[in-house]
């Protein structure tokens, strides 16, 4: 919950693998997305970080963890045009697991 009581709503993506040989289209989509996720008032807190696993077994490449002020913003983001041809790009280039959680 923000300084206003709003409830912000967080979308996690893991890579757990690259599509070989595509790690330029990937590139190109970290290069394009984040002018994309702040049009929509994303913004990150977590990108590209050290990752410590305890339980899962997923074994991420990478892991995102975008916040955005509520449920409506990011399923706006998530379906708007200019995302759309990110998406593909995005799946393109590695299998990616994505959901979305509304927190406090």
């Not at 490449?61 to 509520?70: A, I, K, T």
């Not at 449920?71 to 590695?94: D, T």
Request: charged share 25%.
């Amino acid at each position: 919950m923000d300084s206003c009581g709003r409830i912000s709503t967080w979308l996690r993506i893991s890579s757990p693998t690259f599509t070989s040989p595509t790690r330029r289209n990937f590139e190109e989509y970290r290069r394009r997305v984040p002018a994309v996720i702040a049009a929509y008032g994303g913004r990150y807190l977590a990108r590209g970080g050290t990752i410590e696993e305890f339980e899962t077994g997923a074994n991420p490449h990478r892991v995102v963890v975008l916040e955005f002020p509520d449920m409506g913003q990011l399923k706006a983001f998530y379906h708007s045009p200019e995302y759309r041809p990110l998406i593909a790009l995005r799946q393109r280039s590695a299998r990616s697991s994505l959901f979305a959680v509304e927190g406090v």
